[in-house]
């Protein structure tokens, strides 16, 4: 989480600066650049995206449970 915060924000501020302000090292963030996207990391893309869907097709109604059950 912090480290795609840092990415998100390496266009605004200097990426040591960001490390410095979350606590995190420079060699645990760039190991983290080059590892590839975990098979948990794209099933929730994969599923969040499925919900967005089943949440639009109902208009933006349905609640959870109802999402969940379709």
Avoid: C
Avoid at 9 to 30: C, E, H, I
Avoid at 34 to 41: G, Q
């Amino acid at each position: 989480m912090k480290y795609a915060f840092i990415r998100q924000q390496s266009k605004r501020f200097k990426v040591t600066r960001l490390l410095a302000a979350v606590d995190v090292s420079a060699s645990g963030y760039y190991a983290w650049l080059d590892r590839p996207e975990s098979a948990r990391a794209v099933e929730n893309r994969q599923i969040a995206a499925r919900i967005q869907v089943f949440h639009k097709a109902s208009r933006e109604i349905y609640g959870s449970p109802r999402i969940h059950r379709d």
